[in-house]
């Protein structure tokens, strides 16, 4: 998307077309892992190609917006409800993070530095005002600019939904604010809903999904069945996880989400919570259990002092890897506009 800097953003309804087609073509409903879409960079091809492709897969990779809704027709779908948040490391933090406050400034700066396959360094920054707007860049040269030219865009309803979620969880009502990081991008999932809500959605989905395919010329891919037991309770916590990660990287620098990220990765049922050392500062390292992950593996290292993100590590089943790291920080627009970043 960098070479194509002529090309309009697509809308919302593209975006909500490329998601119910992508989600689709990436085999849910079994678990998948959800990417960020700052994660990727994206190889050279003709426009519509790159275009399509681009758009459809920083959707999906950015959201968590599965086709699945839940469980059998005569029984309730599972309500997600917290595993009850004792006083883990993770809780521990978040109430230390909270306390401590956001520091001064009126919007949030993340720099991550991705290497991929070819381990060669990727940076992509990314401010999140306080009142909403994002501004986007691939060198601080490009991010003053647009900053400077006021080239923001509104935060995505997603983005609104998962950062309130993480505030949500921050101000105790961790149960409720675990339902709202699941169903942020959408709830085909079924989660909380009756059996009648529940096959409503999946109808909806499936339909979504079809229409979607109708419109670009592809093969209607045959309907499938809904997801019960241990795989649903993948499917829900990978939902979760992902949700929630992208809350972080959104705003990671904002306390208070940063906060409400920790107490709902707290109740993630196995996340192993390790400890280690980055650059001579003590971390935690944050492992969910590959079952939610389709058999990848994810490890995020935050600091284990104020929680922000330090890097993360990804392998897929087939044994790639990326690594990603990632700076966050206060600032205040005006100083990113005069180039002090």
């Known amino acids: 998307m960098k070479n194509l800097r002529d090309v309009p953003s697509p809308g919302p309804e593209a975006y909500d077309r490329a998601r119910a087609a992508l989600r689709t073509a990436m085999g849910e409903p079994v678990a998948?892992?959800?990417?960020?879409?700052?994660?990727?960079?994206?190889?050279?091809?003709?426009?519509?190609?790159?275009?399509?492709?681009?758009?459809?897969?920083?959707?999906?990779?950015?959201?968590?917006?599965?086709?699945?809704?839940?469980?059998?027709?005569?029984?309730?779908?599972?309500?997600?409800?917290?595993?009850?948040?004792?006083e883990t490391p993770l809780v521990k933090l978040a109430s230390a993070v909270k306390a401590a406050g956001t520091q001064p400034g009126d919007a949030s700066l993340i720099v991550n530095t991705k290497f991929g396959l070819d381990n060669k360094p990727d940076l992509y920054y990314t401010i999140y005002t306080d009142k909403g707007e994002q501004f986007t860049g691939d060198s601080e040269k490009s991010l003053v600019n647009a900053v400077a030219k006021g080239q923001g865009e509104p935060a995505t309803p997603y983005d609104g939904k998962v950062l309130a979620a993480a505030r949500l969880a921050a101000n105790g009502d961790v149960d409720?604010?675990?339902?709202?990081?699941?169903?942020?991008?959408?709830?085909?999932?079924?989660?909380?809903?009756?059996?009648?809500?529940?096959?409503?959605?999946?109808?909806?989905a499936q339909a979504e999904t079809a229409e979607m395919f109708r419109k670009i010329g592809k093969p209607v891919p045959a309907p499938r069945p809904r997801p019960t037991g241990k795989e649903l309770e993948n499917l829900i916590d990978n939902h979760l996880w992902s949700n929630t990660?992208?809350?972080?990287?959104?705003?990671?620098?904002?306390?208070?989400?940063?906060?409400?990220?920790?107490?709902?990765?707290?109740?993630?049922?196995?996340?192993i919570v390790g400890k280690t050392t980055v650059d001579g500062q003590a971390a935690l390292t944050l492992t969910p259990p590959p079952a939610i992950l389709g058999g990848s593996a994810d490890v995020l290292t935050i600091n284990a002092g104020n929680g922000l993100p330090i890097r993360e590590e990804i392998k897929s089943e087939t044994g790639q890897r990326w690594v990603v790291n990632y700076q966050s920080s206060r600032v205040t627009l005006a100083d990113v506009a005069a180039g002090k970043i």
């Open 245 to 271: 990660e992208h809350a972080l990287f959104a705003n990671a620098a904002d306390a208070e989400v940063r906060a409400g990220v920790l107490k709902l990765y707290a109740t993630i049922p196995d996340m």
């Open 176 to 204: 409720k604010a675990r339902i709202a990081m699941i169903t942020a991008g959408n709830n085909a999932l079924g989660v909380g809903l009756s059996p009648a809500e529940a096959d409503k959605a999946w109808a909806d």
């Open 32 to 86: 998948t892992v959800v990417r960020p879409k700052r994660w990727f960079s994206w190889p050279k091809a003709g426009v519509a190609a790159v275009g399509a492709a681009a758009v459809a897969a920083a959707v999906v990779l950015a959201t968590t917006s599965g086709s699945v809704p839940a469980g059998p027709s005569d029984a309730a779908p599972p309500a997600a409800e917290a595993p009850r948040a004792v």
